[in-house]
Each structure stands twice: as C-alpha cells, then as structure tokens.
C-alpha cells in the first residue's frame, strides 16, 4: 500500500526549541509540499519541493525552512519554535505532472509551550 | 490572488439527509478541482474535475463542476454517521505546482 508517513503524531515542544518533522513517501512522486492546517484557514502552504535539494516557498514560510536532500525525503524545520507555530501539519507528495492530486501523511499535531 | 472559497464552513444533518457542500474559486489558468474527505487522519481524495458539467459519481457521493460560474459541488445522499469528516475543496491551475485549498466544510451526521 503506497504511502507517505510523517515521523510523529503528536509532538510537545517548547518556546525557541529547534523542531524537526519529517516526511518519508514511497511512491516515487517528484513533488513534496508542507502545509499547516489551522480551523477556519484550512491548509496553508508553507514549502514545496518539485526535485531533490529544490525548494520554493508557499504562502506562509516565514518561521520554517526545509530540507529535502533524497527523492523520497521531504523535512520542515522549525528554527526557533514559538506558540503561534502550534498548528497540524500535513505532508503531501505527488508525481510532476499536472492533474494527479495529492497523497497526504497522516498529520504531526505540533504543541508549542 | 488566487483562492477558494467553501460554505458552510460546518454543517450538522441527521442520517438520511441529503447535502450540497460548496466550492467557488478565482484561480488564473484553472487546471482542475478536486474534492478530499478528511476524517481523523490524512486527507483522501474523493473526486478530480477538469471538465464544465460531467458529474463525476461514487456511490452516494457526486461532485459537478461549472467552469462558466467558477463552482463546483458535492452531494451526499441518505447521509451516514461514517460521513462526518472535514471535506476539503483544492484547486491546481496550469502555471502552479501546488494546489489551492479552501478552509474547508465540517460535516456532521447525527444518527
């Protein structure tokens, strides 16, 4: 069964720790993106990625950065953490070409203390 | 600048009911539409639209879309209790990689 799999559930951290969520996909998809998903805005694009070491900001980078140094590898790190970075993050991948849709992770819901 | 817009933003019915969630979007170089269900997890994909009134159907669920008034629609009849979910409109246009998504409607189905 094809899947993309986010490292962590749940996750407790606190105020100005370095944070680090991962997201590993077995299906070859060229495309990896991060979202945040908070009640009322829906998902949020923080960063995608379309090739390996390539990245492009989403609407919402500012706090975030990425890392994705294999194909099926994509992470969001959070350099400093701060409460307003608590939030549900999806992981989604998907082939290069257009009209595929996306595979989803199951979430990270971040708390930040 | 692009976006998508859902209403309601929540809604409760009880089972056997009927309901029409909306989706109106202002995307440049609209590619398509898709349509996800979000229960507890990840989101998973129900439906993909390219193509102006072509009903696109799976079991209970249809979803249409109007390319002319920028809109798209999903029914859900005789509605269950295992139907209550987050169910999420994306658009993709042409000169983008990523999609758009709306704010989502959270259904709720009452037995």
């Known amino acids: 069964d094809v899947k993309v799999t986010q490292s962590s559930r749940y996750l407790v951290k606190r105020t100005g720790e370095k944070v680090f969520l991962e997201c590993v996909q077995d299906?070859?998809?060229?495309?990896m993106f991060w979202y945040r998903q908070d009640p009322g805005l829906g998902l949020r694009l923080i960063y995608f990625?379309?090739?390996?070491?390539?990245?492009e900001k989403g609407d919402i980078p500012e706090g975030y950065s990425v890392s994705r140094e294999k194909k099926e590898r994509f992470s969001l790190i959070l350099e400093s953490a701060s409460t307003n970075q608590t939030s549900m993050y999806l992981c989604?991948?998907?082939?290069?070409?257009?009209?595929?849709?996306?595979?989803f992770g199951s979430g990270t819901r971040l708390t930040v203390v | 600048e692009d976006k998508v817009v859902q209403s309601p933003l929540s809604l409760v019915v009880h089972e056997g009911d009927t309901v029409t969630l909306n989706c109106s979007y202002e995307?440049?170089?609209?590619?398509?539409l898709l349509w996800y269900k979000q229960e507890k997890k990840a989101p998973t994909f129900l439906f993909m639209l390219?193509?102006?009134?072509i009903e696109k159907k799976s079991g209970r669920l249809s979803s249409i879309l109007d390319k002319k008034e920028l809109f798209s629609i999903l029914n859900i009849t005789a509605t269950q209790t295992g139907d209550s979910a987050v169910y999420l409109c994306?658009?993709?246009?042409?000169?983008?990689?990523?999609?758009?998504f709306g704010a989502g409607t959270r259904l709720t189905v009452k037995p």
């Open positions: 995307v440049t170089n609209f590619r398509s």
């Open positions: 990625s379309y090739d390996v070491k390539m990245k």
């Open positions: 989604a991948s998907s082939f290069q070409g257009r009209g595929y849709g996306y595979t």
């Open positions: 994306a658009v993709e246009a042409y000169n983008n990689n990523d999609m758009r």
């Open positions: 299906m070859d998809h060229e495309n």
């Open positions: 390219t193509s102006s009134g």
